[in-house]
């Protein structure tokens, strides 16, 4: 057990839909919920003010509208999620070395590493959150402080949003006394079930039971975990990422290419990138794979073991146009891309025959962007561009026709504009302004 609080956990509030009402000046304040269109999406996240009627993250878009018929829903943006999201884990990086990502707006960062003076903590905290408002242009997030990343997380919870709470030791066990035994890392609906079950609803509960009540229970590790994280017990560490998970480069392109010839030779220039990026950094990928985005938002992953393991462009290629072959680009792609993964640290390993993966095996998963597209870049929320009214989002579309409001993150809210959506003025963006 730690005997100071230097786990810090940071959680960025209502993520996808701030990013939403940060770009977009007129939705700030108001109700906004992000996915959930089509006739089967699910939310991905709601603004607060879209909270208050109810409205949460993976309830279908359907039951969301009636909750909140007023409020705007919009499909991703993910290109500008991702770009707030490496700024704040850059911001965490100038605190410590020690920072573990767990998704795109959540971090763990081992202040026990950090130079930060322990006497200045809520000081420091607070200029914390203050400059990542700054450097995201406007997005807020919520910290916890604890002696382990079980009370960091709760804490950070409990403090949103724009909120910060520092659970100095010592006072762990009063602090966790109450939560719901689901609060608890490890704790699924599968397990909570079995706990109600034998009536342990809360922390406290659990505390009251012994340990081999749990362990008969839940099985040995689980029981013996539950019965230590019930006091707090947590001494798991921070896993600082260390290196990158895999090596890409994508493009997307004003108007969908139907020719395979003209792909391969976007494949063959991918591949020499991300080649020289592999050998760049020093390893080796046993992992090659394409993303294939059709004009219609049906996006299909390929990916191939190499055989043994490669930093050479044509060996790259020569995969991405194999796997290419195998997806039927007739109808037009809209982005094309080429990543490698899988890395070791040496290429040797191909000598190894025995010990290489299988080859030619084949990965294939396909997902459709459900998130309320109409069409290739009408989407709402979607980016657009007009010479005469410069930049945009699409409010909403249908029988040939798309509405824009003319705003930007710096402009105030701006004025509505109906087109016809064949009007060759108006085009959809996926540049990004970049952040201040
Ligand atoms: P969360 O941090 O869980 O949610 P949030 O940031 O929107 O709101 P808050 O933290 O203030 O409670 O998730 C971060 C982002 O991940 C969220 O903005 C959208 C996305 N997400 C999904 O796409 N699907 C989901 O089911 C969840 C929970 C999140
Ligand atoms: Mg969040």
């Known amino acids: ?40 999406g699910v939310v991905a996240t709601a603004s607060y003010e879209a909270r208050v009627f109810g409205v949460r993250s993976a309830m279908p878009g359907t039951e969301a509208r009636r909750k909140c018929p007023h409020a705007a829903f919009l499909g991703g943006r993910f290109e500008a999620y991702r770009q707030s999201s490496q700024v704040v884990m850059a911001l965490l990086a100038e605190v410590s070395p020690a920072v573990e990502p ?20 809520a ?52 602090f966790i006394v109450d939560l719901p035994v689901r609060a608890i890392p490890g704790v699924g609906p599968v397990t909570e079930t079995r706990l109600q079950a034998i009536g342990m ?6 505390r009251r039971s012994s340990r081999d009540e749990l362990v008969r229970e839940l099985g040995k590790a689980s029981g013996e975990g539950l019965s230590g994280l019930a006091f707090a017990r947590d001494d798991r560490s921070v896993q600082a990422e260390r290196e990158a998970k895999s090596i890409s480069t994508e493009d997307t392109f004003p108007t969908d290419i139907k020719e395979r010839a003209e792909l391969e030779v976007i494949l063959r220039r991918d591949a020499a990138h991300v080649a020289k990026r592999i050998r760049a950094t020093g390893v080796f990928a046993r992992t090659v794979g394409i993303k294939v985005r059709m004009g219609d938002f049906t996006t299909v992953s390929k990916a191939r073991s190499v055989g043994g393991a490669t930093d050479r462009e044509e060996a790259i290629s020569a995969i991405a146009i194999d796997l290419l072959s195998e997806v039927d680009v ?53 980016d657009v561009e007009h010479p005469e009214f410069g930049r945009g989002w699409v409010w909403g579309s249908g029988l040939g026709r798309v509405t824009v409001r003319f705003e930007t993150r710096d402009s105030g809210p701006g004025p509505v504009r109906t087109f016809s959506t064949e009007d060759p003025a108006l085009q959809p963006t996926q540049e990004l302004p970049a952040l201040p």
Not at 338 to 344: I, K, L, Q
């Open 1 to 40: 057990m730690r005997s100071a609080a230097t786990i810090l956990h940071l959680d960025l509030d209502a993520f996808f839909a701030a990013v939403e009402q940060r770009d977009k000046p007129s939705l700030r304040g108001k109700p906004v919920v992000v996915g959930g269109g089509g006739p089967r």
């Open 102 to 121: 767990l998704s795109l707006d959540e971090a763990f960062v081992d202040l026990a590493l950090s130079h930060w003076d322990p006497a200045r903590l």
């Open 123 to 174: 000081h420091n905290v607070a200029e914390l959150r203050a400059e990542l408002t700054r450097r995201t242009g406007g997005l807020t997030a919520s910290v916890g402080v604890g002696t382990s990343k079980f009370v960091a997380k709760v804490a950070s919870e409990a403090a949103k949003p724009d909120g910060a709470r520092i659970i100095a030791p010592g006072e762990e066990l009063d």
């Open 201 to 206: 609803h809360t922390v406290a509960d659990l």
């Open 330 to 382: 007739r109808a037009g792609v809209r982005l094309l891309g080429v990543a490698a993964s899988n890395f070791v640290q040496s290429a040797q390993e191909q000598l190894f025959e025995d010990e290489a993966p299988p080859p030619a095996e084949t990965l294939t998963t396909s997902e459709v962007d459900t998130s309320g597209v109409r069409g290739r870049g009408w989407f709402p929320g979607a």
